[in-house]
Structure formats: C-alpha cells, structure tokens
C-alpha cells in the first residue's frame, strides 16, 4: 500500500470515525437513559398514538381554541366548556389558564391557583383584538413552555389564555444527558484521533525514525547493524534500497581494508625481492672496486652476475608497471582474429628448449582444425609465458612434465586452454586466491618474485571476456585453464560441424 494511499484512508477516517463515534455514543447513551425517555414516553402519553392521532386530537382542541377567541370569546366564560379542552388537552400534560382583566378566571387541575402572580398577564396591544406569543417559565422548580393568547372579550375587556406544556420530564432527561454528552463525545473523538495517530505514525514515522537510526549509526562507523525494511509502500522500498546501500558499503570498506593490507604485504614482498638483486649487485661491485676480480676471466664473470641482477630487478619494475595499467584499465589492447592452436604451437616450440634446460619436458595437445579467438597477441603471450614460467619454478621433480592442451570449451561460445604439470602442487588454503590482487604465500605458484605473475595473467584473461582458475593437488602437481571467446567465424564453424568429434594433433 502507497503513502498516498495510506494518507487518503488516514483523511477519510478522521472523517468517518467521528461521524460513526457520535452514532454509537448517541446509541449508548439512549439505552443508558432508556428508563428516563420510557417516564418522559409515559408523561405525554406518547405510546401507541399516531402522528394523526395527535393532529386529530390535541391540534384539533387548539384549533377551535383559537377560533373562538378570534370569533366568539365570550364563550369562554363557560367554565364546563374549558373543562372539556382541559381534559382533551390533559392527555399530553397541557393546561389551560384564563385571565380576564388580569383576574385568574380559570386554571386546570395540573396548574392550580398557583399560576396567579406568576404568569406574565399581558394586555393585548391598542387596537388589536387577537394576537399571541411564545413563554418559557418556571414554577416551583418545574419548567413551562407554551403560548400566551392576547384577544378582547365581547364588552371590551382583556383576555388571556394559556396553554401550557409541563416539559419538566424532557427537561430533567437533558440535564442527566448533556453532562454526558459533553464529556463521552470529545472523549471518544480523542481516543479515536490518538488511535489513528498512532497507526499513522506506526506506517510512517516509526520507519523513518529507524532510518535516521540507521544512518547515525553508518555515520559512527558501525555498518553491521542490518536495516529491516517491512511493508510493500515507498518507506518500505526506500528501506530495503537503504540496506542494499548499507551492504555495500559495508562491502567496500572491507575490501578497501583488504586492500590497505594486501599492498602493506606488496610492499614489504616487493622491498623483499628488490634487495636481493641490490644486495648482489653492490657486493659484486664492491668486489670490482676493491681489486677482487683481478683477471679478465673475472671480471667478465662479474660483469654478467650484475647484468643478470639488474635484469631482475627490470623485470620486476615491468611488472609492477604492468599490473598498475592493468588495475587502472590503461593498457591498451589491440585485438586480432588468430588461430588459437597455431599460436599455443609457436609459444611451445619458443620454451621448448628453455625447458629442457631446466630438465622440463614440455609438450602440447593441439585440435587439427583451426579455432579461432579474438586477442591481443602481444598480451596473450605475457598470459603463456606467465603460467609456464610459474610451471617452472615450482617443479621439484626430475622428470618435470608440462602438458598444453587447446580445445574447444563445453561452453558454447569459448575456447579452452589447460596448462597441466607434476609440480609440487598448490596448498589447499592457497588456492582459492592464487589469482587475488597482491595476494602472495610462500607455497603459492605465484610468478615472479613479486607475486604478481598470477595477478597479472588473471587480468588480461578477464580482459579480454574470458575466466581462469586452478584445479591442485600438494605433491601432485596442477592444472591452470583460462578461456577465450571464440571469433564470429569459429561459432559459425562449430554450429556446422556440431554432431562431430575433433581432431587433435600433439606437439612433441
């Protein structure tokens, strides 16, 4: 449910609510003085008369009343006749009283004599000989409404005739009722407006409350604190945002975390392997200033120790430099379409001698037919020479074996490359971060002495929309393989020649 939703419901019932409160309140409260409106019933007579009745009855005595004032006052004089509208009138509490010239001449049952000196006898005006007006009056704590009749009798004299309404029973009923009605209804409108607040301000301030909750507590440092966002409305999505938010920032502070200690370990790997080659180059040096090598045999040998070192040392600055570009996207890479196994071939029949130097066999599982990537030849390469190198350094066997192998991937869409040797394996609690970015342990198949070799053929795979990952054994060697996309021409190929084996031919 929308705010907006939420807020009309919210206007409608501040509307509806107290309408439906003064109904039931009205309804309580008349069976709460049902007693009292069954007397005030009983008093008037109201019971089992019909609206007819009435017009028929009481507003028929008041009718001929008047009209013999305005036409035949001297009537009533006779005192049987206002007996007679007396007793037609006493059916609903009415009494009859008549002045003549300010003398009480009659009164019924219900008013007495007591009525003298207590009505307002009033003349009629000058020249009129009919009029009439409303009273309201009280008699020894009894309350009166009714009309006051002004006419002249036949000889001029001044008449006056009340009838008058005994509105004691209503009367008592409202000062019993209205206290209550002056408490219970505002009571009932404010607990009905303090219970819609409080729903309003369930659905919408308390969420936003723990939102401003929420953001103190990032703002403190403390971004483990999870944000519930409950509801489908705008507070809710805007909660759940506020989590996704909350999770990634907490996500990157950790990872910058991991960083700052991974490049703190770089630099100390890095001050590490530049000192050896520093070390060994003003040692040797020194040797040359001091006289040590003395014969031209020797001197030639320490010339070439100090190449080799410096060479290290370009080597790892290369690397370094490298892997900045790669991490910053700055490398440019120049894409080509090429033979994947023709290339793998060429790389293999370059190391093959360099491998046997070092008692390596190196030997590779080529397809016959031709697939084709899209790459960068150039960083293709440094990827190859990486993962052979690091193949190399690790082997402690001596009939070390490094085995090629370029397919086409299960995956359709991608070739695969495998390289596989019978190394000394990577540690099960290395390997899953072999690849991560300045990650580095001793028995890890990291390239280089920087550990960057890894690192860096991870980025230039990924670079170019392929994955890379390694399956290893401790003692038993590994097995690294990364895929490539395969060119346009290569998947048309493929959708061809589906439903078909592949050749493969071996390099040796």
């Not at 910058?256 to 180059?281: C, G, M, V, W, Y």
């Amino acid at each position: 449910m929308s705010i907006r939703t939420k807020l009309g419901i919210s206007h409608s019932l501040m509307m509806l609510v107290p309408v439906l409160v003064t109904v039931i309140l009205a309804y309580a409260l008349f069976h709460v003085f049902a007693g009292q409106w069954n007397a005030v019933k009983a008093q008037y007579r109201l019971d089992g008369y019909s609206l007819g009745d009435f017009m028929h009855g009481e507003m028929m005595a008041v009718a001929e009343l008047q009209s013999i004032m305005r036409d035949h006052p001297d009537l009533l004089l006779d005192e049987a006749r206002l007996h007679e509208y007396g007793d037609r009138l006493a059916g609903r509490n009415i009494g009859i009283a008549l002045f003549r010239s300010g003398e009480l001449r009659y009164a019924s049952e219900g008013l007495g004599n007591r009525v003298t000196g207590w009505l307002p006898v009033r003349p009629p005006a000058p020249g009129e000989t009919y009029a009439w007006r409303e009273e309201s009056l009280h008699l020894h704590g009894r309350w009166f409404a009714g009309i006051q009749y002004m006419f002249r009798f036949a000889d001029g004299s001044d008449g006056n005739l009340f009838l008058l309404l005994d509105g004691s029973p209503v009367d008592r009923l409202i000062h019993h009722l209205l206290p209550w009605l002056l408490f219970s209804l505002p009571a009932a409108l404010i607990a009905a407006n303090v219970l819609l607040t409080g729903w309003l301000s369930r659905r919408l301030i308390r969420p936003i409350l723990e939102l401003r909750q929420a953001t103190e507590r990032i703002r403190e440092g403390d971004l483990d604190q999870v944000v519930v966002a409950q509801g489908r409305d705008e507070l809710g999505d805007l909660g759940r945002a506020f989590e996704e938010m909350r999770q990634r920032l907490h996500e990157s502070v950790r990872e910058r975390l991991r960083f700052e200690e991974n490049r703190k370990q770089l630099i100390a790997n890095i001050s590490h392997d530049l000192k050896t080659p520093i070390t060994a180059i003003m040692g040797y040096a020194q040797g040359m200033l001091d006289g040590v090598a003395a014969t031209p045999e020797r001197l030639a040998k320490y010339a070439r120790t100090i190449h080799a070192h410096a060479s290290d040392l370009a080597r790892l600055v290369d690397e370094l430099l490298l892997y900045s570009k790669l991490d910053l996207n700055r490398v440019p890479f120049r894409f080509t379409e090429l033979d994947l196994g023709e290339y793998a071939g060429r790389i293999v029949e370059e190391y093959r001698l360099y491998m046997e130097s070092r008692g390596i066999r190196l030997d590779a599982e080529l397809p016959a037919e031709p697939v084709r990537v899209t790459a960068d030849p150039e960083q293709l390469k440094r990827v190859f020479t990486n993962l052979l190198e690091n193949s190399a350094k690790h082997m402690d066997k001596e009939d070390g074996r490094i085995l090629l192998r370029v397919m086409r991937d299960g995956e359709a869409g991608f070739a695969r490359v495998e390289i596989a040797d019978n190394g000394e394996g990577i540690d099960g609690r290395d390997l899953p971060h072999i690849f991560d970015r300045f990650y580095r342990a001793e028995a890890s198949r990291s390239g280089g002495g920087s550990g960057l070799g890894l690192a860096i053929a991870a980025q230039i795979v990924e670079a170019h929309g392929g994955k890379i990952r390694a399956d290893s054994e401790w003692g038993k060697g590994t097995i690294v393989t990364f895929t490539l996309k395969l060119s346009d021409r290569t998947d048309r190929a493929e959708t061809n020649m589906r439903g078909g084996g592949h050749e493969t031919r071996a390099h040796h």
